[in-house]
């Protein structure tokens, strides 16, 4: 495997371990860090990494010769 691609898999088990540990915290204690940690991992890991990666692509774009 590509070493971006073995770092991005890790990175992404990183992140579903910190999400279904508080999962579990929140539905076991109710605290409060583990509910800001859930709706966090839920809500807005997706938004950022959505602007992140058309941002990604929009700069890749613009450098190419390629006119869309």
Do not use: E, Q
């Amino acid at each position: 495997m590509k070493p971006w691609r073995v770092r991005t898999l890790m990175v992404i088990i990183l992140l579903l371990a910190i999400d279904l540990g508080a999962y579990h915290t929140m539905m076991t204690d109710g605290s409060t860090w583990a509910v800001v940690a859930f709706l966090l991992m839920n809500l807005m890991v997706p938004v950022v990494t959505g602007l992140f990666l058309s941002i990604r692509r929009i700069s890749r774009d613009h450098t190419s010769t390629t006119l869309y």
